[in-house]
């Protein structure tokens, strides 16, 4: 089993930054593609940013290109998401993910483990 605890949401304003973490524990021995995902107020929950074990492939969402950056601590325990320019728009829960799996996906239903989100607020 995989635990994943994220942190790091508040409120802030349009145009700023705001550095998400994701805390892994458990199996961590045990390769994990990671991602990133969110679920604004009354919508579907939608990909962000992902990447493999390796880190050397990642993938983003059209809507976050560009402004986002997923990254991992160099003990492998910590994801990020950088979050730059931020818009009310980005006004999320935010979910860290891992599946059982070294490859990425931008599929929620491919995910095996989930935290319990962070709330991202921005405001206008």
């Known amino acids: 089993q995989v635990y994943l605890a994220e942190s790091g949401g508040r409120l802030v304003q349009a145009g700023g930054s705001l550095r998400l973490s994701c805390a892994i524990s458990?199996?961590?021995?045990?390769?994990?593609?990671m991602g990133w995902f969110r679920q604004a107020s009354g919508k579907e929950r939608e990909f962000v940013a992902a990447?493999?074990?390796?880190?050397?492939?990642?993938v983003y969402a059209d809507s976050v290109k560009g402004r986002f950056t997923i990254s991992r601590s160099n003990d492998k325990n910590t994801v990020f998401l950088q979050m730059n320019s931020l818009t009310p728009d980005d006004s999320a829960v935010y979910y860290c993910?891992?599946?059982?799996?070294?490859?990425?996906?931008?599929?929620?239903?491919?995910?095996?483990?989930w935290g319990q989100g962070t709330q991202v607020t921005v405001s206008s």
């Open positions: 993910a891992a599946r059982n799996s070294m490859a990425v996906s931008t599929s929620q239903s491919e995910y095996h483990h």
């Open positions: 458990g199996r961590t021995q045990i390769p994990h593609a």
């Open positions: 990447f493999t074990w390796s880190g050397d492939h990642t």
